[in-house]
């Protein structure tokens, strides 16, 4: 139904930006839930920001509040990541996620149906 390319992922100093994006394919990409994810190695993926589906409603984890922001361009089928003031432990595969049903909490792996391959963010101290 949909199809993911994450891009914009690359090896950074901490304190720097970087801006994420997702490709999508599919004609229902606007009544999607978008999120990003990210997964460490060694660690579980684990919730970064969700998205509305008309991008009016924005919701961020705890430790990247007031650093990134989560964007979506529907008549781009694109979904973004502003990443500022990066630290090293930002660093991890980003993934970002879409949601067709709404079914399950907004922030659980398990409630997003489609999924992209991931891009690579290491953050350099």
């Known amino acids: 139904q949909v199809q993911l390319v994450e891009s914009g992922g690359g090896l950074v100093q901490a304190g720097d930006s970087l801006r994420l994006s997702c490709s999508a394919s599919g004609r229902t990409f606007s009544s999607y839930r978008l999120g990003w994810f990210r997964q460490a190695p060694g660690k579980e993926r684990e919730f970064v920001a969700r998205?509305?589906?008309?991008?009016?409603?924005?919701y961020y984890a705890d430790s990247v509040k007031g650093r990134f922001t989560i964007s979506r361009d529907n008549a781009k089928n694109t979904l973004y990541l502003q990443m500022n003031s990066l630290k090293p432990e930002d660093t991890a595969n980003y993934f970002c996620a879409a949601d067709s049903d709404y079914i399950g909490g907004y922030s659980d792996v398990q409630s997003y149906h489609y999924w992209g391959q991931g891009t690579q963010v290491t953050v350099s101290s």
């Open positions: 998205i509305s589906p008309n991008g009016g409603n924005t």
